[in-house]
């Protein structure tokens, strides 16, 4: 399973609710979570069947900003 990570600007439960259907779709729920600790806000995603731009993708699709880390 490869873990993918990505910078973005979701900063509470209300924009975790807002990505949520999408991200539980791409990736299966429970395998994704926001730092919402981190000054980052980094959303680290587990999963063997989606790439980092669909996952880009549907942050942005939700009014969000995601930038894959290295």
Request: overall charge negative; charged content about 30%.
């Amino acid at each position: 399973m490869d873990t993918i990570q990505f910078r973005t600007n979701i900063k509470c439960s209300g924009c975790i609710a807002k990505v949520t259907p999408s991200l539980n779709e791409l990736a299966g729920e429970d395998n994704w979570e926001v730092d919402l600790q981190s000054a980052d806000k980094i959303l680290t995603v587990s999963t063997e069947q989606t790439d980092g731009k669909k996952i880009k993708e549907a942050i942005e699709k939700a009014g969000y900003k995601a930038e894959q880390v290295a």
